[in-house]
């Protein structure tokens, strides 16, 4: 549960800037919440909305000036405002609807709200165990065979990444010493807000590009595939397009 300062700027927020289309959405600290700063998620009941929750990450955000809590909060609710008022017709996540919102609030209100937050630095202290595989994606952009987690969780089958892993690596992960996890080098481009909120998302990939299932002889530059349908994006859309694709496997939560 949220502590009621928080609740009361909830509330707040809600009445200012949202019209009061809130008063059903919840509001918690998330402990274990430890990649994103903080996230909105909600269950369908047929082809509505039963629940919709925003969650906080107490981890990171204790550790950040106030000012972080209220952009990720204000962040969270046009998220959940969206939710409430468009139903499941809102597959567009940051895209032009989240935006007019929340250039209308930084203005209103003073804040900073933003797309993506750049706690780097917090995010990575919460990944203290580290693996390393000793297959040929040692030597393959972005990662280089590292994964990081905050959870002790070695790599298997139940990531979504692991077949395509075994078929086009066959490595082993190994766990890393935190004295050398620590001196290495790890490659780290993005702070995927996925519905495993304790873990990383790994591609092996080569910087390969794939359509549907066929790989192109060539990479081309500037151009990734999601590790969650394949489709190929550019880079810098692939946070985006992510949030998008990823948004109906919230109802699980």
Excluded at 76 to 81: D, P
Excluded at 169 to 193: N, R, S
Excluded at 240 to 248: M, N, S
């Amino acid at each position: 549960m949220a502590d009621p300062k928080v609740l009361s700027l909830f509330n707040e927020f809600n009445k200012k800037y949202f019209w009061g289309k809130l008063d059903k959405v919840k509001v918690t600290w998330s402990p274990r919440m430890t990649l994103c700063a903080g996230k909105t998620a909600y269950k369908v009941r047929g082809r509505s909305f039963s629940s919709c929750t925003i969650r906080l990450s107490q981890p990171l955000l204790t550790q950040r000036p106030h000012s972080d809590t209220v952009n990720t909060l204000l962040h969270e609710m046009i998220h959940a405002y969206l939710h409430v008022t468009q139903g499941l017709n809102y597959r567009d996540s940051h895209g032009p609807e989240f935006r007019k919102h929340m250039k209308r609030i930084n203005i209103l209100h003073g804040s900073k709200i933003t797309i993506y937050h750049n706690f780097h630095r917090e995010v990575n202290k919460f990944r203290i165990h580290v693996y390393r595989c000793d297959g040929p994606c040692v030597s393959r952009r972005p990662f280089y065979g590292v994964l990081r987690r905050a959870i002790e969780r070695p790599p298997g089958p139940t990531d979504r990444w692991w077949q395509r892993h075994a078929k086009e690596c066959g490595g082993t992960f190994h766990k890393i010493e935190v004295v050398l996890a620590a001196e290495m080098k790890l490659h780290l481009q993005y702070c995927i807000d996925s519905d495993d909120e304790d873990d990383e998302s790994f591609d092996d990939r080569n910087n390969k590009v794939s359509e549907g299932r066929d790989f192109e002889d060539k990479p081309r530059p500037g151009i990734v595939s999601c590790p969650s349908c394949m489709e190929r994006v550019r880079e810098e859309q692939i946070q985006e397009h992510l949030d998008q694709c990823l948004t109906f496997l919230a109802e699980e939560f």
